[in-house]
């Protein structure tokens, strides 16, 4: 007798169908559209072009190094928050999570108002050498590789801590009994355990720099530093090309194989070394003497990271002009007011708002579906759902929004908000899909056949139990869509129209029109809500550190 | 209840049982065994290729009838006890009764006496995460009894608990299910819950039947080498069955090619040829005096256990497990051992080694 699973009746059939439709919008579409542009004899010789080349040069650069300098430092937090004694580990971890709460163009906007040529800082510094011009700046590669390390360390963290505990805490002791100290078991044994990991981090944040479009493009647009992201969308705003749409979809897709290998490489890794228990929290290394000085240093560290970037934003939508030092006197909250009733802010507030809710709704649904039908069916379609949901969130958010406005010109709804709410369910639902699989797998299949024994259809079984059991974690999924569509940029910058213009957009014409305190107050604002519904997740339950935790997988995808 | 089934692929192939009203079944088994895919088969989450399942007189699987598992009026218990935790107990057990479209009143009077039943009077309102592992598995049988189902299938329902919870367990399913005259198919890869639980016990082997009958034949009288070692940790003998002078059977043992000395060798048809002896540790007497029959053993290992001591002797070049009362035998102490019977399985006659499951395989009996 083979073990064969009865149909699962006409419910279930119906829902795969619906949402594999779905998916063939959502997915396949944009997907399709830049591969078909893309395709196209003309293209070969633009994509060699001197731009193209050195854009992709600067992109290896600042992605490759950063993702590097990102690893280290996320490796080096683990060891010191995870296996040491350093004081006030908790919040500690909280403080270098930070930047991960920032979006990445809103903290490259903080920093630059310090360091950036007319910075607080380098303004300072410039005074104490006794130069009149600036010392430094923060336009440029090294500038962007710096915030690009700033803001992808946190994810490196939580993906090493994570491979770090999974090392069965038996393997560690079994090497101390064999002789060795702490930290020579933490060299000999737990590092080379977790190497894989370590090069999977490095893979995953250099790829997902790669794709990075605020940062280089508030650092690099103004003195003409060009990566892939920035040039494709100077490409597509100024009309330096006569076919900008298929060297772009060209662009695209390079970036897509990228990704697409790079998605490769680190599953192969991560299945290259299982350890099976879940080990538990081995004893702490006893820093000993050093334990003072180290914890002085980490809270010293972690609270410029953490705290200057909100100082600054706070400070610079204080000031009536960039340079303008901040007293009683200069303080002033018109930039608020100002901001506000900047053409089209309002609006794009109000854009934001709606789009971010509706994704959030449309994505919950829809992830909850998949989750349900690729954990507790079997079906040969259930692979290419699971591709078609998460894939996207590995891939560069600049060619979904590529693709998006080929597949937007192709079904007429280009330039309308619709086109950015689908590109957005592209993007985001992965978030859900990721959330709810880890509850909607590890319930047993005896669940949902306990309840066919009580006499429930199949599909009724799904929803009564698998469905209602999920429900909190795609309520937590769907939340953090809402959270990250609100102050998306990439996507949104490419498709966004006079009319239909997001919160993000509006903040980054500010900067880029040089209206840095209209700007900055906007971004404080952006920041403020994020931190707010943060809070909203972590009181749902589990405490910030593990919702962070969550945030962090839903993005990277292990 | 009565389940047919033919086909050779992987799983369970070419069983057939009965089960008569109110029986209690166990269906053991090494893992493996396909004791689960044919509970699975009976409950409708897996379709057999072949062969027909009646439950009562309805026919609920075969070739051109295939009833889902919602259609089947069983009850079943999990071993993860599969207890729903976003419901409150009184939720959990009253979800079935809600399917039958039971009216809320007269189901809440069910669901209060079906917990009362499984010893959890009242228990309507807890969370199932406030539950011990005993108390979610009791919830779980009051859930699959609430809707009195035909019949109820027990998928390592107490395997999950630790002893002493789940001898108790044990003890207060056999009343329930004496009192109520269900009919139960018990699985379990527990061999004494098997004996001290079934009715009748249906021994699985690489998917198809071993042998079936009462705890009390099983253990007396296995039918094969992979019963007496299954269930009664015999210890298997290699060698030859030849007939002596006076026309009695004698077994050589491959090992040492001399005579093993066995009081009563019980075989099927051919009283000579290669085979095995299984010897039953029950089966050997270690406190008498030196006879002809007898011959010396040294004891090389000795458990406690309940009923007396496991004990294995090194006896004529073999390992021999072996049941002792009384005194502890001390290691290396040399002991008068006879064995009153030997089983002689005579070898397959086929090259195929006994991993494969070969269904031309001769069954013996003794």
């Known amino acids: ?558 | 209840m009565n389940v047919t089934y033919q086909g050779t692929s992987t799983g369970v192939h070419d069983v057939t049982l009965e089960v008569a009203d109110g029986e209690f079944l166990a269906l053991i088994g090494p893992s493996g065994a396909g004791k689960t895919t044919l509970l699975r088969a009976i409950a409708g989450f897996i379709r057999p290729q072949s062969g027909t399942i009646h439950i009562g007189d309805q026919l609920v699987s075969g070739p051109a009838t295939w009833l889902p598992p919602e259609r089947r009026r069983l009850g079943m218990v999990f071993q993860q006890h599969a207890i729903w935790p976003h419901w409150t107990v009184g939720q959990n057990v009253a979800y079935p009764l809600k399917l039958q479209k039971v009216p809320a009143a007269e189901r809440q009077g069910r669901v209060a006496d079906a917990l009362a039943t499984v010893g959890l009077p009242g228990a309507e309102e807890r969370r199932p995460a406030t539950l011990s592992s005993g108390q979610r598995q009791r919830v779980a049988l009051a859930r699959a009894l609430v809707t009195r189902p035909a019949a109820l299938l027990l998928d390592e329902a107490l395997s999950s608990l630790d002893e002493p919870l789940r001898h108790r367990l044990r003890m207060e399913l056999k009343e329930l299910v004496t009192d109520f005259g269900l009919t139960v198919m018990h699985v379990t890869h527990d061999r004494s819950e098997a004996l001290s639980l079934a009715d009748r016990i249906v021994t699985l082997n690489y998917g198809s039947v071993e042998q079936v009958g009462r705890p009390e034949e099983l253990v007396a009288n296995p039918t094969s080498e992979f019963m007496a070692t299954f269930l009664n940790d015999a210890t298997i003998v290699a060698g030859r069955l030849v007939e002596s002078a006076d026309g009695a059977p004698e077994f050589h043992t491959d090992f040492t090619g001399a005579r093993l000395p066995v009081e009563r060798i019980e075989h099927e048809q051919s009283a000579s040829g290669a085979g095995t002896l299984a010897i039953l540790p029950n089966d050997v007497r270690v406190d008498g005096a030196a006879s002809a029959t007898t011959s010396v053993g040294t004891v090389k290992s000795v458990l406690f256990d309940r009923a007396g001591y496991d004990v294995v002797l090194g006896y004529c070049g073999q390992d021999l497990r072996i049941e002792v009362s009384g005194r502890r035998p001390l290691v290396g102490e040399t002991l008068n051992v006879s064995v009153l019977r030997g089983l002689f399985f005579a070898a397959p006659t086929s090259a195929d080694s006994p991993a494969t499951a070969d269904p031309a395989r001769p069954r013996l009996r003794v």
């Not at chain 1, 279930?12 to 997907?31: D, E, K, N, Q, S």
């Not at chain 1, 977790?194 to 690099?220: C, K, M, Q, W, Y």
């Not at chain 1, 040039?231 to 749409?245: G, H, R």
């Open chain 1, 1 to 558: 007798m083979r073990s064969q699973v009865p149909g699962n009746g006409p419910g279930i059939v119906t829902l795969r169908a619906v949402v594999l439709g779905c998916l063939a919008v959502t997915f396949a579409l944009p997907m399709v559209a830049v591969v078909v542009l893309a395709l196209n004899p003309g293209v070969v010789s633009a994509l060699v072009g001197r731009d193209v080349l050195q854009a992709a040069i600067n992109s290896a650069v600042t992605a490759g190094v950063s993702g590097l300098l990102a690893t280290l430092i996320g490796a080096g937090l683990a060891v010191l928050l995870d296996r040491t004694d350093v004081r006030g580990r908790r919040h500690l971890r909280l403080l270098y999570f930070s930047p991960f709460l920032v979006p990445p163009f809103i903290g490259a906007i903080a920093w630059l108002s310090l360091l950036g040529p007319s910075g607080d800082i380098t303004q300072a510094v410039s005074g104490l050498v006794g130069s009149s011009e600036p010392v430094f700046s923060l336009y440029g590669p090294v500038g962007i590789t710096a915030l690009l390390t700033i803001h992808s360390y946190p994810a490196a963290y939580i993906i090493i801590s994570a491979s770090l505990r999974r090392v069965p805490t038996s393997l560690e002791e079994a090497a101390r009994l064999a002789g060795a100290g702490r930290l020579r078991t933490l060299r000999d044994v737990t590092l080379p355990l977790i190497r894989p990991a370590l090069i999977a981090t490095f893979t995953l944040t250099a790829v997902s720099n790669l794709s990075d479009f605020g940062i280089p493009a508030i650092l690099g647009l103004p003195v003409r530093y060009y990566t892939l992201s920035t040039l494709i969308y100077k490409y597509l705003v100024s009309s330096v090309l006569d076919n900008p749409l298929q060297v772009v979809a060209a662009i695209g897709l390079v970036l897509l194989l990228v990704a697409v290998i790079a998605v490769l490489v680190q599953r192969r890794l991560s299945r290259s070394v299982q350890f099976e228990a879940d080990g538990g929290a081995p004893p702490a290394i006893e820093l000993g003497r050093s334990r003072t000085p180290v914890s002085v240093v980490s809270w010293a560290v972690a609270a410029v990271i953490a705290l200057f970037p909100l100082i600054a934003l706070l400070n610079q939508s204080l000031i009536p002009a960039p340079g303008v030092p901040l007293t009683w006197q200069t303080m002033t909250f018109s930039n608020f007011t100002d901001a506000i009733a900047y053409p089209g802010a309002l609006n794009g507030i109000i854009n934001s708002v709606v789009l971010s809710i509706s994704a959030a709704l449309i994505c919950g649904i829809l992830g909850l579906a998949i989750g349900s039908l690729i954990t507790r069916t079997r079906s040969r379609t259930n692979v290419l759902m699971d591709l078609a949901s998460t894939l996207p969130q590995s891939i560069p958010g600049l060619v979904i929004g590529v693709g998006w406005i080929i597949a937007g010109i192709w079904v007429g709804l280009y330039n309308t908000s619709w086109v950015i709410l689908l590109a957005y369910v592209t993007a985001f639902v992965a978030f859900v899909v990721q959330s709810v699989r880890a509850p909607l797998a590890a319930a047993s299949d005896s669940m949902e056949e306990a309840a066919r024994i009580s006499g429930a259809s199949a599909v009724r079984a799904m929803i009564d139990i698998s469905w209602r059991s999920a429900l909190p974690a795609a309520a937590a999924g769907a939340l953090l869509v809402a959270l990250t569509a609100v102050r998306e940029l990439t996507i949104s910058v490419l498709l966004a129209a006079p009319g239909t213009r997001t919160l993000g957009v509006v903040i980054f014409d500010l900067q880029q029109s040089g209206d840095f305190s209209a700007a900055a107050s906007l971004s404080l604002l952006v920041v403020i809500v994020g931190l707010l519904g943060l809070g909203v997740v972590a009181s749902r339950g589990d405490g910030v550190d593990q919702s962070a935790q969550k945030a962090v997988r839903s993005y990277v995808n292990n």
